[in-house]
């Protein structure tokens, strides 16, 4: 299945690990800092994307209030919070064939064993860049692409897709 994730909130959090412990309290988890994994409450995420930043994925509208919240209290750390709200959309992939749907046009491992549910990674895919966060162990994908490449990006998994059944939520 095939869908999209209507609006969310994005923030891109660059910080040292001093700043953690103010960003676990205001977000109300700790940002991940083992490499390609995700902090999750079932509501807002955290994605690693590298030893110092972070996407924090939050409900709609919610994004102003925490960028506010966080500038306020890493104004004395070295800290950068951008609202990157609008710059890239949420493709979502799921069933038992995802799996093969993103193996066509990606160079990751998506094997059980070696990429699973809470676990995400920067790559490209059909020669897009995109955040791949895996959701469940259905497998069901959240696919991060900038707006500018998301309907050629979309077009490709429904083409991509046909074999295994396709079908758009």
């Not at 994307?49 to 966080?70: F, K, S």
Request: proline fraction near 5%; glycine fraction near 8%.
């Amino acid at each position: 299945t095939l869908g999209e994730r209507r609006h969310s909130g994005k923030l891109n959090l660059r910080a040292g690990a001093d700043a953690l412990a103010v960003v676990a309290e205001l977000v109300g988890m700790a940002p991940p800092t083992t490499p390609n994994t995700v902090a999750s409450d079932g509501v807002r995420r955290i994605l690693w994307l590298g030893p110092d930043e972070w996407l924090i994925a939050v409900p709609p509208g919610d994004e102003t209030a925490l960028r506010a919240g966080l500038e306020d209290a890493l104004a004395c750390r070295h800290a950068s919070i951008t609202d990157v709200t609008d710059s890239r959309t949420v493709i979502t992939l799921m069933g038992a064939r995802a799996r093969d749907v993103l193996a066509k046009g990606c160079g990751l491992d998506f094997h059980p064993r070696v990429f699973r549910a809470g676990q995400c990674a920067q790559t490209t895919l059909a020669r897009a860049s995109v955040l791949l966060h895996q959701t469940t162990e259905e497998p069901a994908y959240d696919i991060y692409v900038d707006r500018s490449f998301a309907r050629y990006l979309w077009a490709w998994l429904e083409d991509a897709s046909l074999e295994y059944g396709f079908v758009a939520a």
